[in-house]
């Protein structure tokens, strides 16, 4: 192989690395760019969780009577944050309410029929009858078990519990790397 032909072999190996570091760098702010818009649409589903778990039967309410205007501070809220906030909200707090509504409308609609129990309400009972701390899992179990109607993701009961925290109503006991929930006295003695 002559100098020249390596001299040109080596530029076009210098050319195709420098093309490649460029396309790299490009691809890595492509990259980075839809990281952020990632953790801002994660961020705004979070919101919106948060805000379909603390209007529950808020959000009951407004499913039973579509016609009138009950649901719309809570649209009203998601839609500030984004385009995409409103038809998120309606599919978060549909998911985990869907089976529910589906079944009242089934069995002739919700008139004359008492509306189901607040998650928290359950996990309130649940608590009332026992005296330890309880795991998060020991309580949805329990509730699975009692309630084979409703079918709560972990997450969910962990929430609920954890707003029922920060309500006062019940307390967090840490024990190693596990919480345990038990009522607060208040709520004991009622």
Known sequence: MSSQSAATLR???VEQAASDLEANRRR??????KIE???????????????AERYEGFADA??????QAQGEP??????????????????????SKSAPAGAR???????????EPLLGDLLMDLLKGHEEPR??????????EKHPTRDPSPQVVRNTLEA???????????????????????????
């Open 11 to 13: 530029s076009r190996y």
């Open 28 to 33: 890595q702010e492509e990259l980075a760019k």
């Open 37 to 51: 818009l990632l953790k801002q649409e994660e961020a705004l589903l979070s919101d919106i969780l948060d805000l």
């Open 62 to 67: 407004s499913r039973l009577l579509p016609e």
């Open 74 to 95: 809570v649209v009203a809220k998601a839609k500030h944050r984004g385009k995409a906030g409103a038809p998120k909200q309606r599919s978060a707090s549909g998911k």
């Open 105 to 115: 409308a089934k069995s002739g609609g919700a008139k004359g029929k008492s509306r």
């Open 135 to 144: 795991l998060a899992k020991e309580l949805r179990d329990e509730l699975l």
């Open 164 to 190: 029922l925290v920060a309500k006062g109503r019940v307390q967090r006991h840490k024990q190693q790397r596990s919480v345990m929930y038990t009522l607060t006295q208040s709520d004991n003695a009622g």
